[in-house]
């Protein structure tokens, strides 16, 4: 347990549609749950958001509880229907197109800046335990083997609908249920299938077959968090069917013991003002998007607006959030060096007290923003030095603001592709000019020095001369 001064925290649940106050149910084992990608092409930008959401909120938790203390799961699905028809599509090896997708999804949220979960469990790896709660649910009487299927039997459930708080005929609308022979009921929902033999497959009590998407998430967090846990994240998209579903599981396989206390969903992602479609051109991958920008200036976008508002994402706020950030390494490199000694464990207090208030990241954007004026401001070295010192330990908070100033601006935070691009300038070309231009001015010679100058700018180099030399950035 930290001994560091800590805010009440509290969040907007969606079980209750209020604020409320956060008490873990372990203060030295804090743990929570948020659902992962299915693993069959590249993240797009809408996936990235509960990503970057939620680990603002492990980083949260881990500065007010320990870093050793809070458990962070998100899961892989490797096994669904979708990755069976991209597979027949192209004809790559179903574990191929996990494996390289799985890798993709890693390299991209880590240049998101998002820290790695305590726990990333694959659905495969875990079919045994799927198996075994469907096994309970069937001895409890809230599921039904059919026609190599097992079901779910949602009439078996008085609470089922208290998260989405739909009415039946408006959650048979939404789950857009399939009626089947099999079912007793339309809204009743598939918990293991059956598999032909050339889809993937394991055995089971009930013949050869694989698990439904909802139960993955209910076994995995049941083996990795217990019965009973603190938080559950995802976007709002998923509160039904998926959630509701992993509800009626869990609770129904433990004995009725409550599930989840908090569950957080964040907002919608529209592109460019429009539902994202492949069609309408809008339609944004990570990885696409870090060929062309920062990490950085994409995860500020994602923090601009509070998780649970929708969130319109465009190329240009990207540019805009790029800029923003240019300005924030300019002044932290300009700012004294902290002296040492002075730092305090509470130079992120004004950013966490935002986060704490229902993880309200447009706030705590605004703390480091009177931070930067002060820092403008008043540049003597006492203050610049903290104010540099706090920038970083409430940018932390955030994932912002922790590259070294002098590497952002001499990279501008652009990816590596674009920076070795054809015409692209290299550092060591720039230090080369630069060692250039000062022979030239030593030598009188400012014909050549400011030729070398324009020869700069036209590459998007911005130089500098400073009283202990010449710096350079990308502009
Ligand atoms: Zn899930």
Not at 6 to 33: C, H, I, K, W
Not at 211 to 220: F, K, L, Q, V
Not at 304 to 324: G, M, S
Request: net charge negative; with cysteine; hydrophobic share 45%.
């Amino acid at each position: 347990m930290s001994a560091l001064p800590v805010p009440p925290l509290r969040f907007t649940n969606t079980l209750s549609g209020s604020l409320q106050p956060f008490e873990p149910l372990d203060a030295a084992r804090v743990r929570m749950y948020v659902c992962g990608p299915t693993v069959y092409d590249f993240a797009h930008i809408g996936n990235a958001r509960p990503a970057v959401v939620f680990d603002v909120l492990f980083r949260l938790l881990r500065r007010c509880y320990g870093p050793n203390a809070v458990v962070y799961v998100r899961n892989i699905t490797d096994v669904d229907d979708k990755i069976i028809a991209r597979a027949n599509e192209t004809g790559e090896p179903i574990a191929a197109i996990t494996e390289r997708t799985t890798a993709a999804y890693h390299a991209d949220i880590a240049a998101l800046g998002c820290l790695s979960p305590t726990h990333e469990p694959r659905a495969t790896a875990h079919i045994a335990d799927m198996v075994a709660m469907i096994e309970s649910l069937i001895a409890a009487g809230h599921a039904y083997a059919a026609d190599g299927h097992v079901l779910f039997d949602v009439a078996s459930d008085p609470s089922y609908g208290c998260l989405s708080r739909r009415s039946l005929d408006e959650m048979i609308a939404g789950a857009r249920v399939e009626v089947a022979p099999y079912k007793r009921s339309p809204q009743d929902f598939v918990l293991w299938k059956p598999s032909d033999a050339n889809q993937p497959g394991w055995d089971s009590p009930w013949g050869r077959g694989r698990p439904g998407w909802h139960i993955e998430c209910s076994a995995m967090s049941a083996r990795l968090l217990g019965a009973s846990f603190d938080i559950h994240g995802g976007g709002q998209d998923l509160i039904f069917p998926h959630h509701e579903n992993e509800i009626a599981q869990s609770t129904c396989a433990h004995g009725g013991a409550p599930f989840v206390r908090l569950w957080l969903h964040n907002g919608f992602l529209m592109t460019e003002g429009e539902k994202m479609s492949k069609s309408l051109g809008n339609f944004y991958t990570v990885h696409d998007l870090l060929a062309e920008f920062p990490g950085e200036a994409i995860r500020l976008v994602l923090l601009q607006t509070h998780y649970r508002q929708p969130l319109d994402f465009t190329k240009a706020a990207i540019e805009r959030a790029k800029r923003t950030l240019d300005r924030f390494y300019l002044a932290m490199a300009d700012a004294p060096e902290d002296s040492g000694g002075a730092g305090g464990d509470e130079d992120d207090l004004i950013v966490l007290d935002a986060l704490a208030d229902d993880l309200n990241t447009p706030l705590a954007l605004t703390r480091l923003h009177e931070m930067l004026n002060e820092l403008h401001r008043d540049r003597t070295p006492a203050l610049g030095a903290r104010n540099r010192r706090r920038l970083k330990a409430g940018g932390a908070l955030l994932g912002l603001l922790q590259a070294e100033p002098e590497a952002w601006l001499k990279a501008a935070g652009a990816p590596a592709a674009a920076q070795a691009g054809s015409g692209g300038v290299n550092d060591a070309a720039i230090e080369a000019k630069l060692a250039a231009r000062a022979a030239a001015r030593k030598a009188k010679d400012f014909k050549a020095a400011d030729a070398i100058r324009d020869e700069l700018a036209a590459a998007g180099i911005v130089i500098e001369d400073k009283a202990d030399g010449t710096r350079w950035r990308r502009a």
